[in-house]
């Protein structure tokens, strides 16, 4: 697409962490241009460089430095909204917009578990979107999965479609970042790990059983297997690590499950969508790895690294992956998302 024929977007809750990395993820971005940012009423009416606390590593981008903050009120000139909106106002302020007639991209979990409303990860349940064509609105809600679900379905995604999937233990080792900004205290956090992040087990476990359901009668037939999940937030920046064992259907070997992952490409790569990994999967032999402070950035941050596959006494095999929570987990996968609905047509009467 040319400059002048990016398609207008706006992100609602911008100040926040998730709303930043989604500023910084669309500049420059070839088919999406920000045209508005919008956030709560104390920070509306200001310049967005005086309403934000920037804490991207990256400049604030000087397209958006000098926009004007919006309410986040359904008169917005775009019709594509990406939400980094908190959970305890989402649900309804994402409602009212799609109500109206706007497109809500979002990565709040308040719509996740709706009926008609798609819990999208491109290279996994590309077919699910055409649920928002049985949505009662004039307007649309997709949703983006959890940071730590997205990490684990990618892994899952080839081992079920080749070899099924009986049962799944995970114990996630989250990053702080996943708390937003300030997030953690850092007395709490320093020297220590937190069992515990507020919904996230509830969360791990059932997402995934949609995101590997299928569409019957025009509604998500949840697949069938167990998760068990236990997560921790740990003294790590960026990228959740996450050692998962894992019950099969079929008996089968390492090296085909590596074979499985390795091989692994979808519908974003088809596409060469903007935002999409080259190699949506990598799998490292060497003992150490993977590891968040070296891997969480490969391919765009957009890519999931996986390692130490080996036999499980317990169940069939274990294994580790990483992945980048604020990126592939938030807005970079909310991103893709759009991009993926952009080339499918459901923009073309913008």
Known sequence: MEERERLKVAVLGATGSVGQKFIELLQNHPWFQL?????????????????????????????????????CRPNLESRILFSGLDSSVAGEIEEEFASKGYYVISN???????????????????EHMELVRNQNRSGFIVTNPNCATIGLVMALKPLQDKFGIEAINVVTMQAISGAGYPG?????????????????????ESEPLKILGKIVNGAIEEINFKISAQCNRVAVIDGHTEAVQIKLKKKTSAEEIKKAWIEFSS?????????????????????????????????????????????CPIFDFKFVITSHNTVRGAAGGTILIAELMYKQGYFNNI
């Open 267 to 311: 519908v974003p790569q088809e596409l060469n969508l903007p935002s999409a990994p080259i190699q949506p999967i990598h799998y490292f032999d060497n003992d150490n790895y993977p590891q968040p402070k070296l891997h969480r950035n490969i391919d765009k941050g957009m890519a999931v690294s996986i390692g130490r596959l080996r036999e």
């Open 35 to 71: 045209h508005e940012v919008a956030a709560s009423e104390r920070s509306a009416g200001k310049k967005y460089k005086n309403a934000v606390n920037w804490v991207q590593s990256t400049p604030l981008p000087e397209s958006a430095a000098n926009m004007i903050v919006r309410e």
């Open 108 to 126: 709040a979990r308040n719509h996740r578990f709706d009926k008609d409303v798609p819990l999208i990860i491109p290279e996994v349940n590309p």
């Open 184 to 204: 953690v205290a850092s007395l709490d956090i320093l020297d220590n790990v937190i069992p515990f992040i507020g919904g996230e087990e509830e969360k791990v």
